[in-house]
């Protein structure tokens, strides 16, 4: 399993626990979306390594999950893929932010 | 550090010591898909074989005075030819040989059994054929080995023991010395003959899978060359120049093939216009077939129009109706008006382009990747290009290149390269990029295609073209230039887009930003 889903209130967080998503890791993620609730952040603390087939999977699932008015966050995102994510339009859907932010968000 | 992902590993045949299905040994049955005229053919030599055994064995035993011997072999030989004749019907019926075959091995080894059974004495000595020959049927390779140890061992023992013991030894009981002595040959020829046999087997199959392997391995090698002929044919020529324009362009794939390309669209009567840069996610032939795909719609896409923001909804609409995209596209196009020396450009997910003067600026627009979202609307932005500006475009397979410590090369590294190196021309950026790539990587594999293609707007008016015509890698932006055994609209369309009429693109309400200095 290369993910852990947390709840922290309403929030449902993500966690990513592999170094590198590719299309396998993406697919978990993927199937994780079913649990997605309202609020959701996904956790690249431990991502290293994103590659094309996982951007594309990681793209069809903000974009899905956007379309069914759920709200996507990215945390934990190194500077690469903060640029490799803001080259595939991939911010406007799942914006970058912190965990505090979001929890300050939701008191 | 990031962890610089492993080499792809090279297939190997699995080196266990398992029999190949339905292989072919003296017991067993022989290679799936043997045709059925072998299948008679076998099953007519199996046949003769136990005919003439059945015909002269027990003649011959009972003159040399053995006659308890020959009843067994007779019934045996009776057993054989009646499994024979139902495997061979059931061959035929069902037209599964290698099944037919297994019948006859099960056959072999019941009689096997049996005529242990009938010796007596040496009923161990046969269970332990029947371990190794049921062991290599129902391929427990590791059980053949040692079944065969076993059996040898316990015959060694036997024989150590008759000749220490004599008859006086318990075993074998009732018969003669010479007749244990015939016995003891036989058994031990029989169950030598088998382990051999069963060892034979496993080692034809083993040299036969890896001479096939490595035939295997040279004709996809083969293969994959000419596919990689046809690929590199099929992509734009790697230099161009046009008046003042001029471009450098290579592509490096990870594998033979690459899911990387880059293409050129003519405008104002040949001169440079739209170039693209692309990248399907994944690579080897996969990525290939769908780049083909991709790059055909896009070109069918970029004649008809001359917007660059227009030109990717189009070509990012069609991608969704013409084929599922198992994974996505960044493209980049970008059309330069070389009259007014402006670049427009649309990104669908694609590298920032990055402008060179007496700055390097990244040329940001972002958009999403083709195949995503079919609904996706792409924007324009425009930059002047000036005498001695370039732009250089390049795939994620120059900033995603690991070195051994599993760093990335990574866009700052790539900046800064083209800071030091803005003033090159655009064959020397391009091998300088490539060469950067290349020194960082070190040992470390190529894990992704590599695209670099260099735009440059020349400070000499109307100077001569570099190199000579008879260069094979320069072409120059004429419909004779196509390469050889192409049409010449293969590569440059004869109906050109000038007459859409550049002045309109500027008029163009889409372009909604202009970057640059």
């Known amino acids: 399993m290369s993910i852990l889903i947390e709840q922290l209130g309403s929030l449902t967080i993500v966690r990513i626990l592999t170094d590198s998503v590719d299309a396998l890791s993406a697919k978990e993620i993927e199937a994780a979306a079913g649990q997605l609730r309202d609020r959701t952040a996904l956790d690249f603390g431990k991502v290293l390594f994103i590659n094309s087939a996982g951007i594309s999977a990681l793209l069809k699932l903000v974009i899905e999950a956007r379309k069914q008015g759920k709200k996507l966050y990215a945390l934990n995102v190194t500077a690469h893929h903060r640029k490799v994510f803001e080259m595939v339009d991939m911010l406007r859907y799942m914006p970058l932010t912190t965990l505090e932010d979001l929890q300050a968000a939701a008191t | 550090m990031q962890p610089a992902p492993a080499p792809e590993a090279r297939p190997r045949t699995p080196f266990t010591l398992l029999p190949p299905p339905g292989a072919g040994g003296l017991l067993s049955a022989p290679r799936a ?179 096939s392997y490595e035939r295997i391995q040279e004709v996809n090698a083969a293969e994959l060359h000419v596919a990689h002929e046809i690929q590199s044919s099929l992509m734009a020529p790697r230099e161009l120049e046009s008046g003042q324009w001029s471009i450098a362009a290579i592509s490096v794939p990870a594998k033979e093939v690459g899911g990387d390309f880059y293409e050129y669209i003519p405008a104002l009567g040949n001169s440079i216009g739209g170039i693209a840069i692309g990248d399907v996610s994944g690579k080897g032939i996969p990525a290939a077939l769908q780049m083909a795909v991709v790059r055909t719609i896009f070109r069918i896409e970029a004649r008809r129009r001359i917007f660059p923001a227009e030109t990717l909804t ?84 120059v900033v995603e290149a690991f070195n051994p410590h599993g760093e990335l090369f990574g866009f700052d590294r790539l900046l800064a390269l083209l800071a030091q190196h803005r003033t090159l021309a655009p064959k020397d950026l391009v091998h300088e990029v490539l060469a950067a790539v290349e020194a960082f990587a070190g040992d470390t594999a190529q894990s992704d295609d590599i695209t670099v293609v260099v735009l440059h707007h020349d400070l000499s008016v109307g100077r001569p073209a570099k190199g000579s015509s008879s260069d094979p890698a320069r072409k120059r932006l004429e419909p004779a230039t196509a390469p050889a055994g192409q049409p010449a609209d293969a590569v440059w369309p004869t109906q050109t887009v000038d007459s859409i009429g550049i002045g309109s693109l500027r008029t163009s309400p889409a372009h909604n930003a202009t970057e640059g200095r």
């Open chain 2, 33 to 211: 898909g043997r045709p059925a005229g072998d299948h008679r053919k076998l099953a007519q030599v199996r046949l003769g074989i136990i005919g003439v055994l059945a015909v002269l064995l027990p003649p011959a035993l009972i003159g040399l005075g053995y006659p308890t011997l020959a009843l067994p072999v007779l019934i045996g030989a009776g057993l054989l030819l009646i499994a024979t004749g139902i495997g061979y019907t059931r061959g035929r019926r069902t037209g599964d040989i290698p099944s037919a075959w297994l019948f006859y091995a099960a056959a072999d080894t019941l009689v096997i059994l049996l005529l242990g059974a009938l010796l007596g004495p040496f009923m161990d000595v046969f269970l332990i054929v029947v371990v190794v020959e049921l062991a290599r049927i129902y391929r427990h390779g590791r059980l053949v080995v040692a079944g065969a140890g076993v059996a040898a061992a316990l015959i060694l023992g036997k024989w150590a023991l008759a000749q220490a013991l004599g008859s006086a030894g318990g075993w074998g009981a009732g018969l003669r010395p010479a007749d244990q002595t015939l016995l003891l040959a036989i058994s031990t020829s029989l169950v030598a003959l088998i382990c051999a046999n069963s060892l034979a087997t496993f080692i034809q199959h083993y040299a036969r899978e890896i001479f």
């Open chain 2, 314 to 397: 189009r070509v990012n609409q069609s991608l969704q109706t013409e084929m599922q995209t198992q994974g996505m596209v960044t493209l980049l196009y970008a059309f330069v008006d070389p009259l007014e020396g402006v670049m427009y450009y649309a990104n669908a997910g694609h590298n920032y382009p990055v402008l060179l003067n007496e700055r390097v600026t990244e040329l940001k627009l972002a958009g999403l990747p083709l195949g995503v979202d079919g609904d996706t609307e792409y924007d324009e932005r425009s930059v002047p290009l000036h005498p001695g500006d370039s732009v250089v475009f390049y795939t994620d397979g």
